[in-house]
């Protein structure tokens, strides 16, 4: 009796670590990229439709000014800048590049990410109707509104992208660094500027976050890869499955 009981918690111990190992990393992003950015976006949401304020955002704004100067200006102008124009443009490439390529469901992939991305920031800025801050004159005004960041959305967006194309090949580990750099600059760039509350940054990177990591796993599930045909997927995971 008790020996039969060992062999079936031995043989579960076995199916639920063979499923982990599996399965790990997509519960993994479930939790990290999904379920955790909408439980922060929407915290945030919830003060912002409530007009709360939230204690760090001028803080933060009245610190990032107080560093101002004509030489961070113009950097962060132009950081800015390439967080909004030049973003669009390499979202383009990637999108064209991967159908040149024939990678349909990586093409796929990247123009919901982008697109969807967009579409939810444009809705989400009409829905919450929130003012820019006005703690100071900007040199780079802006008149549309500010819950949640475009130029947070839109580099977190592409950030995720890149690294979720990248994850499966060699490249993820120097990309992975040059994304978070390059998201955290154009974030500060918005904050220093003084057209968006440190809330609307972060709320335009959760946002992101759970957008992309949910087209992720609705079209990169079961045992497809990036990068990797269909056909050979479909053969591993019958050969799994016989196993």
């Given at each position: 009796m008790h020996e039969a009981l060992g062999e079936a918690a031995a043989r579960g111990a076995r199916v639920i670590a063979s499923l982990l190992k599996r399965?790990?990393?997509?519960?993994a992003l479930l939790f990290v990229g999904v379920l955790?950015?909408?439980?922060?976006?929407?915290?945030?949401?919830?003060?912002?439709?409530?007009?709360?304020?939230?204690v760090f955002d001028d803080p933060i704004l009245l610190r990032?000014?107080?560093?101002?100067?004509?030489?961070?200006?113009?950097?962060?102008?132009?950081v800015s800048r390439i967080g909004y124009e030049g973003v669009i443009a390499i979202d383009v490439v990637i999108v064209l590049s991967l159908l040149g390529f024939k990678r349909w469901r990586e093409?796929?992939?990247?123009?919901?990410?982008?697109m969807g991305s967009a579409l939810l920031n444009l809705g989400s800025k009409q829905l919450?109707?929130?003012?820019?801050p006005s703690l100071w004159e900007s040199v780079s005004p802006e008149t549309t509104f500010s819950f949640p960041s475009g130029h947070a959305m839109g580099s977190m967006t592409l950030a995720m992208v890149v690294i979720?194309?990248?994850?499966?090949?060699?490249w993820r580990w120097p990309v992975l660094p040059m994304a978070v750099v390059?998201?955290?600059?154009?974030?500060?760039?918005?904050?220093?500027?003084?057209?968006?509350?440190?809330?609307?940054?972060?709320?335009g990177w959760v946002a992101a976050m759970a957008w992309v990591?949910?087209?992720?796993?609705?079209?990169?599930?079961?045992?497809?890869?990036?990068w990797k045909r269909a056909s050979t997927a479909v053969q591993q995971s019958g050969n799994c499955d016989a196993l």
């Open positions: 399965h790990g990393g997509w519960i955790l950015p909408l439980w922060v976006f929407t915290e945030l949401a919830d003060e912002v439709h409530e007009l709360e304020r939230f990032a000014h107080a560093h101002a100067g004509p030489a961070l200006d113009r950097f962060f102008i132009v093409a796929t992939f990247a123009a919901v990410a982008f919450f109707q929130r003012d820019r979720l194309l990248a994850w499966p090949t060699r390059f998201v955290l600059l154009v974030g500060f760039s918005r904050i220093y500027l003084g057209v968006h509350y440190p809330s609307d940054i972060l709320g990591a949910g087209a992720h796993l609705l079209l990169f599930r079961g045992s497809l890869r990036p």
